[in-house]
């Protein structure tokens, strides 16, 4: 065995391979690493917060009742952005893959791919300089005429910069992504089910009621998740837009304020217990976009092993 | 160059699936030796066991010895970089690296291993290769243009040519007609007969034709059925295993009664 | 029956639809009935068109409903509201492409491209408005720093995202290690900038003393939205290379590491580089993250490890929210968003590039 001659050059050059497959896989260590390391140090450096006198905190008051008022206004602007931009998310996505005719389709996508390439704050500079002005006369009516209902109790704010202006502003942020993951979803819709329904002599609504809603529907709530993560982690549009202040109802008087709007509007300033304050904060949005993320990606996996079965 | 195989008892496992079983097998050097068999008999599995490709899919392993010349290519110390620089390969589909040029393929067991070569050698390595894959006439004036704008047949004598500019001393051949019409079919056969001057060169088929019309020796390889392992059935002189062969499962087969 | 008695007959396969020239009698009917009432309640050109789509919308729905009967009205119905979507999600984008050229365009000048902010003081704005001269101070500085940290984001992310993608499409397994980091990767693309921003701050906060900020915090901040795009687009152009280049280049005798480098990253290369692209294209515009870790200046500073910097999107964050002059707040308004043409330029600019990498450098195939 000793004579083999396959052997004489030896496994030197096998230092390359390892080598290499070591570097990927340390990178791909490195990944898991920065993200436990973002919950670990947002943890360390918010620690000073929870074993703080609660008369120290902004509010006096303590965390729970500082973070609490922001934690609604956050869900509150998502959920505006949310009820808005799927049902017109999805029209535009049957829109590309069903109604549009086929060769502009694909156009039709890139001028829709083209709301998710222009910058966050530049939407919100429009929000603040065009919106939010038209929006005030809109809701200088909805005052006079819908006040009683209590999320239009005058009066209105005379520069439109409310939640409603800045979830409308978020919208139009999420509407690309909800729109691209919806038109993926709608255009696997297998074809057999699509033609028998057509074939059966349902109109095209029926057909997409019957054969591509349902099968797209888990993936439309997965897109909608995401939209979501990404509407409740937005900064700039509200930052710019909102001017916040004390939780209200009302959503087209100024208040209300999210996350992360209130750490980028405090951050530069910031310093010692206010610091940890405004990290604590960060870490509590931290963990409800890691939770709804996981759950929209979960989603996602769960179907996709459902039709690869078929 | 070219060297003889002599395989010990090898039984090759997907995992825990066991995908060949006991396999004994001696390939002469500078001869053809042709594998058939029906789809799915373990004969394709087989071959990439002779150079350890099958390695390249998670979970593949082997139990037994494969000799060339004596020297076992599954001993500890063996490293399949080795073994494969001495066993080419060519494949089912014409393979050529899209972003490499003709003659950038033909060198590519160079250059890409990094080995330092001169231009001159270099020229005499393409021209020897592509000669001796029958291609030098055909692709003479436009070796600085793609190997992917050939045609099929061109494509894979490239491949071949490809293969012999590392001088292996077995060439294996995994289906290398299967993709192509009848004419670039015919002169890869041909290109067969020549090469079997200098390599010993294995060859899996489907085409029993083909395997009667370019081989020295013949072996046949059969399932018992789905999930159960592939083996190797009869294996001898080609003109016996077409004519007269020993085992009922060959002569069905042979005979077009089954596969 | 003869075939000219047939031409003349109503086609039976008509009856009892609608004329095409029907959608357009009620469009029109709708838009006039439309300016009639905006005009009772206070005309505005939005008014109007709000009032003719809801019109056109019941009143087609209505007809159809009375001669194609009840399910050809739903489909109708559908067919509109779709189309409406599509035209209401146009308004937006249009609205921002033309704000930003109208207000932006008047702002771009030599000096704004080629000046800092520095010495530029609210006493300078209002000199400007005072006498009629030109805004002075430009966006130089903050071009510099939003290329600088562009440009470290992209050294740090790319090496790791490549090498993280090469790990899970040529190494991976599909074990345990394997899907955890699938997993954390999709998830790290949901996490929210301000908290990626936060991350770095209090990482070199804990390393270097609170307060830390420098255009590399920002970098590395960057980096933490960055890689996993990287990693999610290379993965999938390492996918579709075909498995068979790299088993030619195995049979070959090249080492898997090799066969890597030389044979499937090549092939992958266009799809690659046009996905990095895209992803730089993503977070060159990002704000939230900057703010929180390389402060704001004025003046241009080349050092990425030392001092605060600026970039094009704190720039127009901080042009708008705090004015330089508060009196003469035209001058920042003007600056603000020559800068927001100047990064929606910036972005498109490496969106056309991402399509052009990936056309020019696709592997040459049978032609």
Not at chain 1, 15 to 39: M, Q, W, Y
Not at chain 1, 273 to 285: K, P
Not at chain 2, 8 to 33: M, P, Q
Not at chain 3, 183 to 196: K, N, Q, R, W, Y
């Amino acid at each position: 065995m000793s004579t083999n001659s396959l052997t004489s050059t030896g496994r030197a050059g096998d230092s390359g391979d390892k080598i290499f497959s070591g570097a990927t896989l340390a990178a791909g260590g490195l990944i898991l690493a920065v993200l436990f390391s973002v919950a670990v140090f947002l943890l360390v450096q918010a620690l000073p917060t929870f074993s703080a006198d609660p008369a120290e905190i902004t509010g006096g008051a303590g965390f729970g009742s500082y973070i609490l008022p922001i934690v609604i206004g956050t869900v509150i602007a998502a959920a505006i952005a949310l009820l808005i931009a799927t049902p017109l998310g999805i029209g535009v996505a049957l829109f590309i893959s069903h109604y549009a005719p086929r060769r502009l389709a694909q156009i039709f996508g890139y001028v829709i791919d083209l709301l998710a390439a222009i910058p966050s704050v530049v939407y919100g500079a429009w929000g603040y300089a065009v919106l939010a002005p038209q929006l005030a006369i809109a809701y200088a009516w909805l005052a006079e005429y819908l006040g009683w209902i209590p999320i239009f109790e005058g009066p209105a704010s005379q520069t439109g910069r409310t939640m409603l202006t800045a979830g409308i502003v978020l919208a139009v942020m999420v509407l690309p992504i909800i729109t691209s993951l919806s038109r993926e979803i709608f255009l696997q819709t297998p074809n057999l089910h699509e033609e028998a329904a057509l074939a059966m002599g349902a109109t095209r609504w029926e057909m997409i009621r019957m054969a591509v809603l349902p099968f797209a529907r888990p993936g439309i709530i997965s897109a909608a998740m995401l939209g979501l993560g990404r509407a409740l982690g937005e900064t700039m549009a509200v930052a710019l837009v909102l001017s916040g202040g004390a939780l209200q109802a009302s959503l087209i008087q100024s208040g209300n304020q999210t996350i992360a709007a209130e750490i980028a509007l405090n951050f530069p300033e910031a310093f010692g217990l206010r610091l940890s304050e405004l990290i604590a904060a960060g870490l509590v949005l931290f963990v409800i976009t890691l939770a709804v993320n996981i759950i929209a990606r979960w989603i996602i996996s769960r179907h996709k092993e459902f039709s690869g079965a078929n | 160059m070219s060297k003889r195989i002599d395989v010990k008892d090898l039984n090759v496992y997907y995992s825990k699936f066991l995908a060949v079983e006991d396999v004994n097998i001696n390939i002469e050097a500078r001869s053809v030796t042709a594998f058939i068999g029906p789809s799915g008999c373990g004969k394709s599995t087989f071959l990439r066991t002779l150079n350890r490709m099958h390695e390249v899919i998670p979970g593949a392993r082997v139990e037994g010895e494969v000799l060339l010349d004596g020297d076992n290519l599954y001993d500890a110390a063996v490293d399949p970089v080795t073994v494969r620089s001495q066993i080419g390969m060519v494949f089912q589909r014409p393979n050529p690296f899209p972003t490499m040029s003709i003659r950038d393929n033909v060198l590519a067991g160079v250059k890409l291993n990094n080995r330092r070569i001169s231009k001159s050698d270099a020229d005499a390595l393409v021209e020897k290769s592509l000669q001796g894959a029958n291609l030098w006439n055909e692709v003479k004036d436009r070796l600085g243009r793609p190997g992917s704008g050939l045609s099929g047949g061109q494509q894979q004598r490239l491949c071949i040519a490809r293969a012999i500019a590392v001088s292996p001393q077995v060439i294996l051949m995994d289906e290398p007609c299967s993709a192509l019409d009848p004419i670039s079919t015919l002169a890869i056969e041909d290109l067969i007969n020549e090469l079997k001057n200098e390599y010993t060169v294995v060859i899996v088929t489907h085409n029993m034709q083909q395997a009667a019309r370019v081989s020295d020796k013949t072996a046949f390889f059969n399932i018992a059925g789905t999930g159960k392992p592939g083996k190797l059935i009869e294996y001898g002189e080609t003109a016996a295993i077409f004519s007269k062969p020993a085992e009922k499962a060959t002569e069905d087969y042979v005979s077009g009664r089954f596969g | 029956m003869t075939s000219a008695t047939l031409s003349r007959r109503k086609s039976q396969l008509t009856k009892g639809r609608l004329p095409r020239y029907a959608v357009w009698v009620v469009l029109a009917a709708a838009v006039v009935l439309a300016a009639a009432v905006s005009a009772l309640v206070g005309f505005s050109i939005v008014t109007w068109a709000v009032f003719a789509a809801v019109f056109f919308v019941v009143g087609a729905t209505l007809v159809t409903a009375t001669v194609e009967g009840g399910r050809k009205a739903t489909d109708s119905l559908a067919t509109y509201l779709v189309y409406g979507c599509f035209l209401l999600a146009l308004l937006p984008l249009l609205s921002v492409i033309w704000t930003v050229l109208e207000r932006g365009l008047p702002g771009i000048s030599y000096d704004f491209l080629f000046t800092s902010m520095n010495g530029v003081t609210g006493a300078v704005d209002n000199s400007a408005a005072e006498n009629g001269t030109p805004v002075l101070g430009g966006a130089y500085h903050a071009v510099i720093g939003t290329l600088q940290i562009t440009l470290w984001a992209t050294l740090i992310s790319v090496p790791v995202g490549l090498l993280a993608a090469i790990y899970l499409i040529e190494y991976g397994t599909g074990g345990p290690l394997t899907r955890a980091i699938t997993f954390f990767v999709d998830v790290m693309t949901g996490i929210p900038s301000i908290v990626a921003g936060l991350f770095a701050a209090a990482l070199f906060g804990l390393l270097f003393g609170p307060g830390t900020r420098t255009g590399f915090v920002a970098a590395v901040a960057l980096s933490v939205l960055m890689i996993p795009v990287v990693v999610r687009s290379t993965e999938e152009m390492l996918k579709i290379v075909p498995n068979e280049l790299r088993e030619a280049s195995y049979a070959l005798g090249v080492r898997k590491w090799r066969t890597i480098m030389k044979v499937v990253i090549p092939t992958a290369i266009s799809g690659i580089a046009s996905g990095v692209t895209l992803a730089i294209a993503r977070v060159i515009g990002e704000t939230a993250p900057i703010l929180v870790t390389a402060g704001f200046a004025s003046a241009i500073n080349w050092n990425v490890f030392s001092g605060w910097m600026s970039t094009l999107p704190t720039f127009i964050y901080y042009q708008i929210l705090t004015p330089t002059s508060p009196t003469n707040i035209d001058a920042s308004t003007q600056r603000a968003w020559a800068a927001a043409l100047l990064l929606i330029l910036m972005v498109m600019l490496l969106n056309l590039v991402a399509r052009f990498v990936a056309r020019m450098f696709a592997p040459k195939t049978s032609r």
